[in-house]
């Protein structure tokens, strides 16, 4: 199973949210280049990126960190935040970013997904943030009326690569992830998914192991906070 660790990038910052919250953030001391060097140093090969000034912009803000990441540790990076068009897409599979998350902007208007899977295939995967089974949109701000299972039965046959599914009501908040609503998403979903969001002990990754049809975990504030130590949580990488 993939281990992802998770960088959040505000103001050139590592940062973590409690449930999306930027009001509620706590700010780290660790550049995010020098984070990835971190996760590299200690064998991890996957890396989940969020840009949150993207994600509130639109724009590619942290281009020239995510560019420097991959540069220089080789890791496997899956970026999201704010991505809404093809030259954003495009602009971070030229940085040799393997996956582009697309989350907002694909359950506003899905043919934007459909087109961007068959424009480019197997880069594109799907963020779904739901928050009692509704999907929620634009940093989380949103209620989109949209049931998670629903929008996935739309979309399942586009050509989505990976789907990462967040709890908001679980995010930052390590308490442990949505195991049973992941399992009706995975249930069902035609590519692999990732879990995100509540990750609070290595017990978390162990039961991740077993379930059907998940690819990886994402692990975030956990690990910043020590609850969860990196040579640990790399003991747990296949």
Not at 196 to 217: H, P
Request: net charge negative; charged share 30%; with cysteine.
């Amino acid at each position: 199973m993939k281990i992802f660790p998770a960088i959040d990038i505000k103001d050139k910052k590592c940062v973590r949210l409690v449930k999306g919250d930027f009001d509620n953030k706590t700010e780290y001391e660790m550049s995010p280049v020098e984070q990835a060097g971190r996760y590299k140093d200690n064998g991890f090969k996957n890396l989940h990126i969020v840009d949150l000034d993207g994600a509130l912009t639109g724009e590619t803000v942290n281009l020239d960190i995510i560019q420097d990441i991959v540069g220089k540790f080789n890791l496997k990076v899956e970026v999201g935040g704010g991505i809404r068009n093809f030259y954003s897409i495009q602009k971070y599979i030229d940085a040799g970013v393997e996956k582009v998350i697309l989350g907002s902007a694909a359950i506003k208007d899905k043919n934007f997904l459909k087109e961007a899977c068959e424009k480019f295939p197997n880069r594109i995967a799907l963020g779904l943030d739901a928050k009692e089974g509704y999907l929620s949109v634009s940093g989380w701000k949103e209620n989109s009326n949209k049931l998670t299972l629903d929008y996935l039965k739309e979309v399942n046959d586009f050509g989505a690569s990976r789907l990462i599914y967040t709890d908001i009501n679980k995010d930052g908040m390590k308490q442990s992830p949505n195991f049973d609503e992941t399992m009706k998403v995975a249930e069902i979903s035609n590519c692999p998914v990732i879990i995100s969001g509540g990750v609070s002990s290595i017990n978390d990754i162990k039961k991740a192991k077993n379930l059907k049809n998940i690819e990886g975990i994402i692990v975030g504030k956990a690990i910043y906070d020590g609850d969860i130590k990196l040579e640990d949580l790399a003991m747990e990488m296949n």
